[in-house]
């Protein structure tokens, strides 16, 4: 049971450059979400999913897509990378969204930096 | 307006001591939960514990206990006994009902170091 992965690691990217953050987790959850941290600051939901084929935006969604083909797998796309969007990036997920208790698991994070 | 306010950017604690971690927030939503996440050096946010805000009793998890008064909107971390492991970036953050989203809402962190 590994939870929830993210890959890759640490990502560097030109200014315009497109590319796929992956998150998978493997307790068949139902939520997942996509949050960015920026220093200084707590973390930040970009995009969310209460199911396969269900996706909404967060509060700061611009220059991302989100898709949920399968349960396991939420890939966050930058469509073209800005400065701006350096942060580090966390998958969370939980089993269900009702109610206020559901713990969301996060995994360990990719680091992105966009020159 | 803020939702979640972390006032201590940075703590030190004597190892074996116990420290408090200060969290407030805003909501005008009656159903909510609060969470504290541990973020040490190597990045990771760790789940230590859940306090729903109809529960009576103050939430404990190990070394862990959350003084919540409901009163004061207050969800204070308490670390018991703390260890050199303890050292990390404590986040408090919050869940209301009424999002749709579902999403939790962070503080801006404690840093949090154990001196020897």
């Known amino acids: 049971n590994a939870g929830v992965t993210q890959t890759p690691k640490f990502q560097v990217l030109k200014t315009g450059q497109s590319m796929t953050l992956q998150c998978a987790q493997d307790m068949n959850h139902e939520y997942m979400s996509w949050y960015r941290q920026d220093p200084g600051m707590g973390l930040r939901l970009i995009h969310y999913?209460?199911?396969?084929?269900?996706?909404d935006q967060g509060e700061v969604p611009n220059g991302y897509n989100v898709s949920r083909s399968t349960t396991e797998d939420f890939p966050l796309r930058l469509l073209s990378a800005a400065p701006s969007q350096t942060s580090v990036y966390f998958c969370?997920?939980?089993?269900?969204?009702?109610?206020?208790?559901?713990?969301?698991?996060f995994g360990p994070g990719t680091r992105l930096l966009v020159l | 307006a803020q939702k979640i306010t972390q006032t201590q950017p940075g703590m030190f604690v004597q190892e074996k001591e116990a420290v408090t971690l200060d969290c407030t927030y805003d909501t005008s939503d009656q159903s909510y939960g609060l969470f504290w996440y541990k973020q040490p050096s190597s990045g990771e946010m760790i789940f230590l514990i859940y306090q729903g805000s109809y529960d009576e009793q103050n939430a404990t998890e190990g070394r862990y206990s959350l003084n919540f008064q409901k009163a004061r909107k207050s969800a204070n971390l308490v670390i018991s006994a703390s260890q050199l492991g303890d050292s990390a970036m404590y986040f408090c953050a919050m869940r209301e009902v009424w999002d749709s989203s579902y999403k939790l809402i962070f503080g801006s962190g404690t840093r949090l170091l154990v001196r020897p």
């Open positions: 969370a997920s939980s089993s269900s969204w009702r109610g206020t208790q559901e713990t969301q698991y």
């Open positions: 999913s209460v199911g396969a084929g269900i996706t």
